[in-house]
């Protein structure tokens, strides 16, 4: 199953993730992924880059983030599926 450190630092499970979504009244306008990097063992694979996000926040303040995460993948009746997922905010 699941499982997600967000770079608020909360843990989440799929469910969790979902709605957190879901009730987000942030506005993303652009999200794009750089410094991409992979390494695959057999049935799993670690997926590094950054999420460079700009948007609006629930208060109207711009957003404008960086945000470094890891997935771990594993291969499951053929497709591959994210099994955790950590995103660390990059200061400015």
């Known amino acids: ?35 991409m990097n992979m390494r695959n ?10 999420y460079n996000v700009k948007g609006q926040t629930a208060d109207n303040r711009t957003m404008d983030e960086k945000i470094r995460f890891t997935r771990t993948l594993v291969k499951k009746d053929g497709y591959w599926q994210t099994i955790a997922a950590q995103l660390s905010p990059i200061p400015k």
Do not use: F, H
Not at 41 to 50: F, K, L, Q, R, S
């Open 1 to 35: 199953s699941y499982m997600e450190i967000g770079p608020d630092g909360q843990m989440r499970n799929k469910t969790q993730w979902i709605e957190m979504l879901r009730n987000s009244r942030n506005r993303y306008d652009d999200i794009r992924l750089s410094d």
């Open 41 to 50: 063992e057999g049935d799993m694979a670690v997926i590094t880059g950054i």
